[in-house]
T-cell receptor
Framework: GAVVSQHPSRVICKSGTSVKIECRSL??????MFWYRQFPKQSLMLMAT?????????EQGVEKDKFLINHASLTLSTLTVTSAHPEDSSFYIC?????????FGPGTRLTVT | TQLLEQSPQFLSIQEGENLTVYCNSS?????LQWYRQEPGEGPVLLVT?????EVKKLKRLTFQFGDARKDSSLHITAAQPGDTGLYLC?????????????FGSGTQLTVLP
């Protein structure tokens, strides 16, 4: 069964609005979660590392004020896309390291109109 | 700069054929993971290899980690249409954030009935 869930699976929003995406680790506590984005027919690009109890670590080129990450508990991390633009439209995926593996959520398709 | 190069990028074969996907890097990784991703879904972990020279089998799939832990291969025997998908290799590093992954460029496999 799934070990990581994401909500919502799809969201459409208007330019200038903010959208929150949730990532939950089911049955496992996670002090670290990762957020990726994926454009069509491309591989995954790491955006940031979400750390429970401390600030997120952002990859070079990712605006921390635009992509707000909050690791609210050991099972929940949220990614908020603020003042969304059409170029933010993408597939956003979170992952959770469990044991030797890293497990991914089902992804969230964001479309900004 | 793509740290992990996958080849081939696209592969279309007939049902019953064998195939090999390669994942190469000039960097050493502490672990190597293989995922399969279908459209609109998150990547699903197939296997994790951690020891140089390690070989793991998952039904018709055989995974090998290079002796120097810089490369890996995925071999599929008697491919079936259900094997169709995007195959991603991902290297993990022991330094830095726990199990932060660097993804390969991906191999899109299509198995024709």
């Amino acid at each position: 069964g799934a070990v990581v869930s994401q909500h919502p699976s799809r969201v459409i929003c208007k330019s200038g609005t903010s959208v929150k995406i949730e990532c939950r680790s089911l049955d496992f506590q996670a002090t670290t979660m990762f957020w990726y984005r994926q454009f069509p027919k491309q591989s995954l690009m790491l955006m940031a590392t979400s750390n429970e109890g401390s600030k997120a670590t952002y990859e070079q080129g990712v605006e921390k004020d635009k992509f707000l990450i909050n690791h609210a508990s050991l099972t929940l991390s949220t990614l908020t896309v603020t003042s969304a633009h059409p170029e933010d439209s993408s597939f956003y995926i979170c992952s959770v390291p469990i044991g030797q593996g890293v497990y991914f959520g089902p992804g969230t398709r964001l479309t900004v109109t | 700069t793509q740290l992990l190069e996958q080849s081939p990028q696209f592969l279309s074969i007939q049902e019953g054929e064998n195939l090999t996907v390669y994942c190469n890097s000039s960097s050493v990784f502490s672990s190597l993971q293989w995922y399969r991703q279908e459209p609109g879904e998150g990547p699903v972990l197939l296997v994790t290899v951690v020891t140089g020279g390690e070989v793991k089998k998952l039904k018709r799939l055989t995974f090998q980690f290079g002796d120097a832990r810089k490369d890996s291969s995925l071999h599929i025997t008697a491919a079936q249409p259900g094997d169709t998908g995007l195959y991603l290799c991902a290297g993990g590093r022991s330094s830095g954030s726990a199990r932060q992954l660097t993804f390969g460029s991906g191999t899109q496999l299509t198995v024709l009935p």
